[in-house]
């Protein structure tokens, strides 16, 4: 099991290292009054992470429920 983690998290590098390479092309971002000037790959990323970061705000009022509810369930069967 171990030794499929260390794997794992070599494949996911070595993807991440292969995408930045071939994305590596400086594009111009304009939004609003704001300009940037960057690669396109650290731009994609900056987007999936905001986009990552987004749907574990909006989890996590399911998260914290479910657990209160397992917590509650816990109690009542001690009880």
């Known amino acids: 099991m171990r030794y499929f983690r260390i794997i794992l ?3 996911i590098a070595l993807v991440i290292v ?3 390479v071939q994305n590596a092309e ?3 971002v304009r939004f609003l009054s704001w300009r940037l000037e960057s690669s396109r790959a650290l731009i994609m990323l900056v987007c999936v992470g905001i986009g990552s970061l987004g749907t ?3 989890l996590l ?3 914290f429920s479910k657990r209160r509810k397992t917590k509650d369930d816990e109690h009542s069967y001690s009880n």
């Open 56 to 58: 574990i705000i909006a």
């Open 9 to 11: 998290i070599l494949l």
């Open 18 to 20: 292969v995408f930045s």
């Open 61 to 63: 009022p399911a998260i």
């Open 26 to 28: 400086v594009v111009e």
